[in-house]
Nanobody, 124 residues
């Protein structure tokens, strides 16, 4: 069982930056692939970024590529999402997710554990 708590969301102007954090419980965090997803009201949750258990590989949605960076610190049981050059269309609730796998996974339904989400609002 993995429990996760996101933090770092808030209100920012377009062009600004935020860093989201996701703190996970459990001693086997380093065995889990991690992902960030986001959901706009009225729309389905969508993939944003993923990172392998070792941190050696990452993948991004085209909509965030070049602006967002996912990273992890296994010693701190934490995964991060650095978001730069934010746009109003990035406004959403952001969720971190965990899956015990060595693969890089971008499919939402594959993930077993989810945080409660953190709101990111980008004003124009």
């Amino acid at each position: 069982q993995v429990q996760m708590v996101e933090s770092g969301g808030g209100l920012v102007q377009a062009g600004g930056s935020l860093r989201l954090s996701c703190a996970a419980s459990g001693r086997t965090f380093s065995s889990y692939g991690m992902g960030w997803f986001r959901q706009i009201p009225g729309k389905e949750r969508e993939f944003a970024a993923a990172i392998r258990w070792s941190g050696g590989s990452t993948r991004y949605a085209d909509s965030v590529k070049g602006r967002f960076t996912i990273s992890r610190d296994n010693a701190k049981n934490t995964v991060y999402l650095q978001m730069n050059s934010l746009k109003p269309e990035d406004t959403a609730v952001y969720y971190c997710a965990a899956l015990r796998t060595t693969l890089l996974v971008t499919i939402e339904r594959a993930y077993d554990y989810w945080g409660q989400g953190t709101q990111v609002t980008v004003s124009s």
